[in-house]
């Protein structure tokens, strides 16, 4: 069965940097694009970038240049998302989602990993 | 970036409605065009891809269409399990972007 399971919540302190894993199961890892969006409390969904685990070429929203890393770990089929200099407004839900293959649409999400950040 | 605005933000409706929501897109992106369905804490679901085409496993109650930069989503005859909020996505130029939101409650 394919799914995607994420690390558990984190809370932070305004400064640090937090790194969120994705781990894939129930296909091959290196088939698909994998992307990462956030959803603040009560907001809507914010597509923050993506990452090729195959060639590891990313791509990130011009919002998060120079904040966020995306990477992977081909042997255990993991991506992970770091973002660094963490701010009250990046309180949210972070989702990985498996891109389809085909388009840029996400047929497989993870259930979300809470990240609080508060001093 | 290309803005999607999703109309209406809240719909109420009964059990056995039909219930259209709107994604009008700020330029062209052909049908490169996604719907979601987001329920209370929970991961959103793939209901349509490619403006128009249903996912493996959504209940055909469930329909997209296009016309230029305006896309619609229709639920034929609203059931309870549908009461969530759903979004529409362009996947057609990064940033990809989503639109704002559609809440559909019980009436």
């Known amino acids: 069965q394919v799914q995607l399971v994420q690390s558990g919540a984190e809370v932070k302190k305004p400064g640090a940097s937090v790194k969120v894993s994705c781990k894939a199961f129930g296909y091959t890892f290196t088939s698909n694009y994998m992307h990462w969006v956030r959803q603040a409390p009560g907001q809507g969904l914010e597509w923050m970038g993506i990452i090729n685990p195959s060639g590891y070429s990313t791509s990130y929203a011009q919002k998060f240049q120079g904040r966020v890393t995306m990477t992977r770990d081909t042997s255990t089929s993991t991506v992970y998302m770091e973002l660094s200099s963490l701010r009250s407004e990046d309180t949210a839900v972070y989702y990985c989602a498996r891109d389809r293959g085909s388009g840029r649409d996400m047929d497989v999400w993870g259930k979300g990993t809470t990240v609080i950040v508060s001093s | ?107």
């Open chain 2, 1 to 107: 970036d290309i803005q999607l605005t999703q109309s209406p933000s809240f719909l109420s409706a009964s059990v056995g409605d039909r219930v259209t929501i709107t994604c009008r897109a700020s330029q062209g992106i052909v049908s490169y065009l996604a719907w979601y369905q987001q329920k209370p804490g929970k991961a959103p679901e793939l209901l349509i891809y490619a403006a128009s085409t249903l996912e493996s496993g959504v209940p055909s109650r469930f329909s997209g269409s296009a016309s230029g930069t305006e896309f619609t989503l229709t639920i034929s005859s609203l059931q309870p399990e549908d009461f969530a909020t759903y979004y529409c996505q362009q996947i057609h130029t990064f940033p990809l972007t989503f639109g704002g939101g559609t809440k559909i409650e019980i009436k």
